[in-house]
Structures are given as C-alpha cells and as structure tokens.
C-alpha cells in the first residue's frame, strides 16, 4: 500500500488546494523574474541597436568559423 | 554690464546656452532638421522614379515589363532586388515610383511580396554573428528565420488568391479610392506634391537635353540612389534620436501578451523607418535566451506593418499616376496586415512558422552549413532557378 492511498479524501484534497497554491506562486514569481530580466535586457538597448547592425563581419566571422571547424576535422 | 552678468549667472545652469545640454539640445534638432531634409528627398527621389520611368518607357511600361507579368518572376525580382539592397523599404518605395510612371499594379504585387522575403535576409546575417556558442546561434538562427517563414507562408496564401481573385489589388483600390479625388489625387490640397514639384521639375529640366528615353532613365537612376541614400541616413538618425523613445515602447509591451508584441514592433519599425533594423534587434535578445522565440515573434509581425509607412508616404506626393502609386502603397499595408490578421489569427497557422524556425535552429546550430545552404538557397539560388525557369517559359 503506497503512501497516497493511506491518506484520507480531505487530506488529499488540501494537499491538492496547497499544491496548486503553490504552483501558482512559483508560476508568477518565474513570470515576474523574466519579466524583470527582459526589463533588464532591455536597459542595453543601444547596444543591441549596434550589434544589430549588419556588417561584412558577420558574415567574415562565420565563414572563418566554418574554416576551422573545417580544418579542426580534417 | 554688472547686472547682465549676475542675471546670466543667475539662470539654471541646464538654460544656459553654453552648457553641454543646450549643446545636445542642439545636435538633436539639428538630426531632426537632416530627418525632416532627408524625408523630402526620398518623396522627391521617388516621383523622380514616377517622371523618369513614364518619360522613358512612354505608354509601353506594360510591354517593358512583360518578363515579370508572371507572378512568379515578380516575386523573385523583389526578393533578389530586396536582399540585395537590404531594404525592403527601398524597393517599395521604387516600385511605387515605377507604378506612378505606368508600371501595371499587377505586376508590381507579386514584387512587393518578394520584397518583404528579402528583407528578411538582413536579420539572418546578424545572426551568424552568434555563430560561436551553439545554443545561443539556435536561439539568434530561429528568431530571424521565423521572420522568414512567416514571410513565406504569406506569399503561400495570397499569391493564389491575389491571382485567382485580385483580392489585394481590389481592397488597394478601394482604399486608395478613398483618398484620390476623381484621378486627381487631392491636387487642391497636396501641399506635399506641390512643395516637391519644383526638385522634381529642375530635374527633369536638367536631362531635357538627353532625349526620352536616356533623359528618363537618368532620372530613374538619380530617384534610386537618392532613396537608397535618403532611407539609409533616416534610418542611421532615427535610430540614434528614437533609442529612448524605442526602448520605452518595448518596455510597456513586456508582459502584456501578443497584441501588445504586434503593436509594439509596429510602432518602433515607424520610428527606426526599418523594419530590417526591427527584426534585427530581436535577434541578439532572442540569441541571449532573455526572450523568447514566442515572445519575439509578435514584433516581427509588427515590423511587417510598419515598414509599410514609407511607402506610403512616397506615394502622397508622386507625380504621374497617382491613384495607382497609392494603391501599390496600400496593397503593400493590406497585405502585410492581412498575413498578420490570418497567419496570427488562425490558431492552426499561428506557430507553423515558430515550429520551423525552431527546427532550423536546431539543425542549423548542430551543422553550420545548413544555415550558408539555407541563406543562399531561399535569397539567392532558388529565386534565380525560378527566375531562369519563368524566362524559358
């Protein structure tokens, strides 16, 4: 007999109203950290304005990625 | 001169015209002045395009046109055109030039929906910058490629319907219709044709010489180096003057849901003029895991909306064919509202472009090439295998 099964119909019940009570505390409190963080990330926006900015470096830089990767393999 | 001293010193110190804000104060106006000078010369450099395109071609722009009468081959001209100048604004705004000289509105559909595929080019190259961290490039991959996507299954939608019905075509009239008064596009009041009327003519006076047809396309070719200019620099100042006013927007839409996202991403495409520089933007908050895919996508569909507003604004102040510049314009915001109304709206198509960025994402992150495969093949290869095969045709 496990556990669960030895626990009454009430007590089940309040573990089930604490459990979702808890959930939902921990769900806003998550929603309201990423909120925070995309706040946050946000702050830098001048930034991302520049590397958002396309350039021939990009590009340099990832074909150059591909080249190593390349020789690294062979 | 006692009293005048005192009373200077006297004045707050930011008032005081010497002091590093009055200085700041000024630059700003000053961009402001360049935006507002600029502005004036991308709605001059367009019906440059209008004169220019009419003068050279005379009533034969239909027969000039004739390669890109099928949709397809229009389709591709605007995503090669677009990818290749990297603003989708530009061609846009080109194409409404080209439209007001007597390029047929059927034709130039499908190249306005080539153009919002190109533009999307821009933001996957930012991307590739994060090519160094695998999960961080999957991230930075999806959130540009979902631009494309989107894109895409738009033209899958309504390219049939706009050949099979002309639906775009009819709602651009009809909503042009509302703003042109029998063909003669509010003539009374178009203070802004009026005051771009004596560039557009000193040009056209400079290339008399030349006869119609070199005469023309001079003017075509000046109208399109000075709207490449002209949106180039806005946008360098825009971004620059309306960061703050950018970043406040983005702020108010954090939490708030996908309307807000959709919105939002309108609104700063409006200020930055650049729905490339939108889109961009996601990818580095996208690329960092702060925001996520679902979360960014709304802007992106905002920035669609818009980068409409410069053609738009091209086409209030065009000479030639007014009611049909307009409605180029108008097709281009029906269109880009009407892929968000069904693609957004319809809950089995809503994350179909989501769930193929993710995947590409994936793909791409664990085998690099798929990403240069990807970027060559949907920009630039399988738009001029279909252009060559449309040709033979």
Redesign the interface.
Known sequence: MSELQRLSLEKIRHLVAETEGTLGELKSEL?RR??A???????H??E??K????SL???R??IS??VE?YRSKH | MHVESRSAEALPKEHSPSTPFATADRKQLTQWLMVAGLIYLLICAVGLIGSGFKSATGDQAKEMFAFATNPFAGLVVGTVATALI?SSSTVTSIIVGLVAGGLPVSVAVPMVMGANIGTSI??T??S??H??EKKEFARAFSAATVHDFFNLLSVVIFLPLEMAFGLLEKIGSFLAGLFVVENASMNGLNFVKASTAPVVNSFKHMVEGFGHVVGGSLLILVGIVLIFLSIHYVGKLL?RLM?GR??EI??TA??KGPLSGIVSGTLVTVLVQSS??TT??M???AG?G??GLK?IYPFTLGANIGTCITALLAATAVTGNTAAALQIAFIHLTYNVLGVLVIYGLPFLRYLPVQAAEWLGETASKN??V??AYILGVFFIVPGVCLGVTSLV
């Open positions: 929603g990423e909120a963080a995309q706040d946050a990330e946000l702050d926006l001048e991302h304005f590397n958002a900015e396309l470096g990009s590009i830089d990832f990625y591909l990767q | 990297q821009t933001n190259i930012v590739l910058g090519v160094r971004k960061v950018a970043k983005m702020h954090i939490g490339s520089t961009s933007l990818v580095p908050l960092s702060t925001f979360e690099k090439l990403a240069l």
